[in-house]
T-cell receptor
Framework: DADVTQTPRNRITKTGKRIMLECSQT?????MYWYRQDPGLGLRLIYY???????NKGEISDGYSVSRQAQAKFSLSLESAIPNQTALYFC??????????????FGPGTRLTVL | QKEVEQNSGPLSVPEGAIASLNCTYS??????FFWYRQYSGKSPELIMS????GDKEDGRFTAQLNKASQYVSLLIRDSQPSDSATYLC????????FGAGTRLTVKP
């Protein structure tokens, strides 16, 4: 079984709809992240969480919210989807360690299309 | 604004050659540097991490870091067609920044 799973893998929705993307991991990592990837722009960090009670905004958090339901689960919500949120979304995890080590492991991605 | 810059490519090399991928970053306080490989339609896969100045070798891959020049590179020796992918440079501590990636094609 995959260490980091994302559901759904593909989603098509309409402008204004509320959407939730879910991420689960069995790696036992404390840290979880949400990124979006757009052609030519690379990966951009939306939110990250170091534990259930610690949520931090990333580079592009506007229009998104997150919930860390448990150590293994981190969900991303689009409260009112808009077309420019059409992108490939990745969840990632990393272990809590000393120093600044931050090796991240990615889920398979969710392709979201907002019409 | 913390920036990570990579040449977008495409970079094309013949099979067996050395592929050289480069990355510059703007945040002098960065302590952690990574190279990810991403095949088309797939998720990024970590291939190298480096934290101190100098070279780090792992099989056919060598990562090079020069913090004074704010430069990190990846060398792929004996390039294979299976190395054809987009290579992402990532820099950061808690707040990771990725470059847009360099597309590498290895021709048989």
């Amino acid at each position: 079984d995959a260490d980091v799973t994302q559901t759904p893998r593909n989603r098509i929705t309409k402008t204004g709809k509320r959407i939730m993307l879910e991420c689960s991991q069995t790696k036992g990592h404390d840290r979880m992240y949400w990124y979006r990837q757009d052609p030519g722009l690379g990966l951009r960090l939306i939110y990250y969480s170091f534990d259930v009670k610690d949520i931090n905004k990333g580079e592009i958090s506007d229009g998104y919210s997150v919930s860390r339901q448990a150590q293994a689960k981190f969900s991303l919500s689009l409260e009112s989807a808009i077309p420019n949120q059409t992108a490939l979304y990745f969840c990632a995890t990393s272990a809590l360690g000393t120093g600044d080590y931050n090796e991240q492991f990615f889920g398979p991605g969710t392709r979201l299309t907002v019409l | 604004q913390k920036e990570v810059e990579q040449n977008s490519g495409p970079l094309s090399v013949p099979e067996g050659a050395i592929a050289s991928l480069n990355c510059t970053y703007s945040d002098r306080g960065s302590q952690s540097f990574f190279w990810y490989r991403q095949y088309s339609g797939k998720s990024p896969e970590l291939i190298m991490s480096i934290y101190s100045n100098g070279d780090k070798e792992d099989g056919r891959f060598t990562a090079q870091l020069n913090k004074a020049s704010q430069y990190v590179s990846l060398l792929i020796r004996d390039s294979q067609p299976s190395d054809s992918a987009t290579y992402l440079c990532a820099v950061g501590n808690n707040d990771m920044r990725f470059g847009a990636g360099t597309r590498l094609t290895v021709k048989p």
